[in-house]
């Protein structure tokens, strides 16, 4: 069953923060999260495995709360260049097949 | 590392015809391969599940006669889209494990299929 993402979509200032959220209905195994620019393919950011993991790259950070099946995805300080929509990804108990959330479109302007 | 080459880009082909898409994996062993389909403004839909050597899993509501896979080596995954009709248009996309489940997945750069 496809994860719930919200809000579906957010328009920011450069240097504002954002959160995404991703909620499924069905125990996860993990979670992973991708940004696509318009016309091309996503782009893995990271992937959450363990409940009450967090993990972080620059400033985009994400974190997993396997007991509410959520996981939320953090902008701070946003660029121009987080542009995109953002995915979640979830994997149940059958690991290895995904599905995907419908997408978070995120602007960030100057 | 961990690079999926697609190709063609885009291809535009008229009704009836067939078209290849091709996903390399360039620096790794891509045992499985995930393809997916992404209409405009859309999440993306997996279509079908291909392993090496083995039959292709395909997702329910998907033709598996019309959308023909083959993996015939560790590197070298292709989807066939036979006898294209324009509802048939879409963006096409194939992805692969990061070195096993537990390190997320590498995409192709996707394929934008136009029939006319």
């Known amino acids: 069953q496809q994860p719930v993402q919200s809000p579906q979509a957010v328009i920011l200032r450069e240097g504002e923060d954002a959160v995404i959220n991703c909620s499924s209905s069905?125990?996860?195994?993990?979670v992973h999260w991708y940004r696509q620019k318009h016309g091309e393919a996503p782009v893995f950011l990271m992937i959450?495995?363990?409940?009450?993991e967090q993990k972080g790259h620059d400033k985009i950070s994400a974190s997993f709360n396997e007991k509410k099946q959520q996981s939320s995805l953090y902008l701070t300080a946003s660029q121009l260049s987080y542009s995109g929509t953002y995915f979640c990804?979830?994997?149940?108990?059958?690991?290895?097949?995904?599905?995907f959330g419908d997408g978070t479109t995120l602007t960030v302007k100057p | 590392g961990a690079v999926v080459s697609q190709h063609p880009s885009w291809v535009i082909c008229k009704s009836g015809t067939s078209v290849k898409i091709e996903c390399r994996s360039l620096?790794?062993?891509?045992?499985?391969m995930f393809w997916y389909r992404q209409f405009p403004k859309q999440s993306l839909m997996l279509m079908a599940t291909?392993?090496?050597?083995?039959?292709?899993?395909?997702e329910q509501g998907v033709e598996k006669d019309k959308f023909l896979i083959n993996h015939a080596s560790l590197t070298l995954s292709t989807l066939t889209v036979t006898s294209a009709h324009p509802e048939d248009s879409s963006f096409y996309i194939c992805?692969?494990?990061?070195?096993?489940?537990?390190?997320?997945?590498?995409f192709g750069s996707g394929t934008r299929l136009t029939v006319v």
């Open positions: 620096d790794f062993q891509a045992t499985t």
């Open positions: 992805s692969a494990p990061l070195s096993g489940l537990n390190y997320g997945y590498t």
């Open positions: 959450l495995l363990k409940g009450g």
């Open positions: 291909s392993n090496e050597g083995s039959k292709a899993t395909y």
């Open positions: 990804g979830t994997e149940g108990s059958n690991a290895g097949k995904s599905t």
């Open positions: 069905k125990a996860l195994y993990s």
